[in-house]
């Protein structure tokens, strides 16, 4: 019920809903799976603010990917008068998205949304830990990544928690202590752990016997309260 803007970003698709009413300049970045659990973009579209979504080349994460994003950003703020700053709404793959983007540019994030995110590529899709590797051979076609690369990696999505706390940016954090696809112990649970030691801005609801999937929550008022306090 909300207008909405599909068009071509420099050759990649992009999304760009309006709110109806109360609009504002504020607005959240879906960083992948556009459309999927959106009961809070559409609570935050009926408070005024604007969803956003810009392709990436593949899940599983391109350099490219970010400074894509980065330039979004600025066409969004240059063409429709949007904020400098976003909240991207990272969930499974895209959790893994927000948070490259927001270590390499970190003017752009008024807070991350994580969501089951992917943060340790062994753990997923690697599957070296305690989920399974079925997409792994996806992971490898799209990035030339192997085990064995992965084992001496140091650019896994959680390797830029530093980065993340020394920018003083907060996030908001959910996930399912039961989740075979990216396990919440060997991902969600360090970051916020880190976080919490080196005290960085961080909220984390853990859903007990939740799998990976739904994602979100049932009342969103704990989310909306932080979206609200962090932009």
């Not at 050759?11 to 960083?31: G, S």
């Not at 490259?100 to 690697?126: H, Q």
């Not at 399974?132 to 959680?158: A, W």
């Not at 961080?202 to 009342?219: E, N, S």
């Amino acid at each position: 019920g909300f207008e909405c803007i599909e068009f071509k970003f420099e050759e990649r698709d992009a999304i760009l809903v309006f709110p109806k009413e109360n609009k504002c300049d504020k607005w959240l970045l879906k960083t992948e799976y556009f459309g999927a659990f959106p009961t809070f973009e559409l609570e935050m579209l009926a408070d005024g603010y604007h969803v956003a979504y810009v392709s990436n080349k593949t899940r599983w994460h391109d350099a490219s990917d970010d400074d894509m994003k980065e330039s979004f950003c600025a066409f969004l703020q240059e063409e429709f008068g949007l904020n400098e700053k976003c909240l991207p709404v990272g969930m499974s793959c895209g959790g893994m998205h927000a948070v490259y983007f927001a270590a390499k540019y970190p003017k752009r994030i008024a807070g991350l949304y994580l969501d089951a995110p992917v943060l340790n590529l062994l753990s997923c899709p690697a599957g070296v830990g305690i989920a399974g590797d079925n997409m792994y051979e996806e992971f490898v076609k799209d990035t030339g990544l192997t085990k064995s690369d992965l084992i001496n990696y140091r650019n896994h999505p959680i390797d830029c928690k530093e980065e993340l706390v020394k920018n003083h940016i907060p996030i908001f954090l959910i996930a399912g202590d039961s989740d075979k696809v990216v396990p919440f112990v060997e991902n969600g649970k360090v970051l916020y752990k880190y976080y919490e030691q080196y005290g960085g801005d961080i909220t984390q609801i853990v859903k007990q016997g939740c799998d990976h999937h739904p994602h979100g929550l049932q009342d969103n008022t704990p989310l909306v309260k932080f979206a609200k306090r962090v932009y």
